[in-house]
């Protein structure tokens, strides 16, 4: 029996629910069963996959190496995966998805955590994270920002722009002074925010109702925002952003690898890569699924092939004691970053 735990869906409709089926097409072509398991956050999908229940997981960049370094996920044999060949290059061998040169999963979409405002409120229109930070002050109580540890790479981001005497060079990898910059700059923040988000349906409620004016945000809930005629604009800083890229992954423990590999192939297969993207409100990882979408300019308005926007973007990678920067092993880990988002939010 195969198992899966895919993340929370982000953008799925009732309308959205009865048109798209990937599942039992699967099944039918391969007699492999699917059970599905959501998981709320990285954290409780890695708790998840240490049960050693589960055959697949797609799992974001904040959890992937923790998974890598558990055991808990096998390295992927790619060969064995004919998709993988029509993944754009910017996904493979990169350093939340593989270790040593060796690949840990497939990877499926990815997004960037853009900067959105509402136009009647804040002015002039903000180009730099600033506004979230050194200036959050201004619009107190009406400041969101992503409820998670890896938000912190969001502060380092900003920092490793604004303040070179820091020396940080890649906002996931922080020893201990860097890790006090973020956080001290996280914790005056933190007097202006109304309200973190993990729910996508509140932060896009909260913008319409202008109880939040101006925050982190993802594509979709721009989409949505607008859609629904609230006046907001979300844009991709000057300093760049983070992002996320999302990645199914092997169990090291898996009852049915073949049925997961099987897995792995088809939902990364154009079509069904274009049918994921759309659900989900992310750009797809196959170059190819972009001929596939309903919505023919789905593609530009999530950059799936915009190399010029990713170079931009530095996706979710879990923090780890080994540096990511090459420094050695100097630098702070996934636990210490939960410990001091804990300490943030007080």
Not at 49 to 72: E, N
């Amino acid at each position: 029996m195969e198992r899966l735990v895919p993340v929370a869906p982000q953008n799925p409709t009732a309308k959205d629910r009865a048109r798209v089926d990937w599942v039992h097409p699967f099944e039918q072509q391969t007699g492999c069963k699917v059970n599905t398991k959501i998981a709320g956050t990285s954290d409780e999908m890695v708790s998840l996959m240490k049960t050693g229940q589960y055959d697949a997981v797609s799992a974001s960049g904040d959890a992937t190496l923790r998974l890598i370094a558990a055991g808990d996920v096998a390295p992927v044999n790619t060969g064995l995966v004919p998709n993988y060949a029509d993944i754009y290059p910017g996904l493979k061998n990169q350093p939340w998805n593989s270790v040593d040169g060796r690949m840990y999963g497939i990877p499926h979409g990815r997004g960037a955590n853009l900067l959105m405002y509402r136009t009647d409120k804040v002015s002039p229109a903000p180009d730099s994270w600033s506004v979230v930070f050194d200036g959050a002050s201004a619009y107190s109580g009406h400041v969101t920002a992503y409820d998670s540890p890896i938000y912190i790479a969001d502060a380092a981001l900003y920092l490793m722009k604004t303040r070179p005497e820091l020396g940080i060079k890649n906002p996931y990898a922080l020893d201990d002074a860097q890790l006090k910059a973020a956080v001290d700059l996280l914790k005056t923040q933190h007097q202006a925010i109304g309200e973190y988000w993990s729910d996508y349906q509140k932060s896009e409620n909260s913008f319409k109702t202008g109880d939040t004016v101006v925050g982190t945000t993802w594509q979709v809930i721009a989409n949505m925002a607008q859609t629904d005629q609230a006046p907001v604009q979300a844009v991709l800083p000057k300093e760049g952003a983070t992002g996320w890229s999302d990645t199914w992954m092997v169990s090291s423990k898996a009852a049915h690898p073949d049925c997961a590999y099987q897995w792995m192939n088809w939902i990364v297969s154009p079509k069904v890569n274009a049918q994921v993207a759309q659900w989900f409100g992310e750009a797809p990882s196959n170059a190819k699924a972009c001929d596939q979408t309903t919505d023919k300019n789905f593609c530009t308005t999530f950059h799936a092939a915009d190399d010029a926007y990713w170079k931009n973007v530095y996706y979710w990678t879990t923090p780890i004691k080994n540096c990511l920067d090459g420094r050695g092993a100097t630098c702070t880990d996934y636990a210490a970053w939960t410990a001091a988002w804990t300490e943030i939010k007080g």
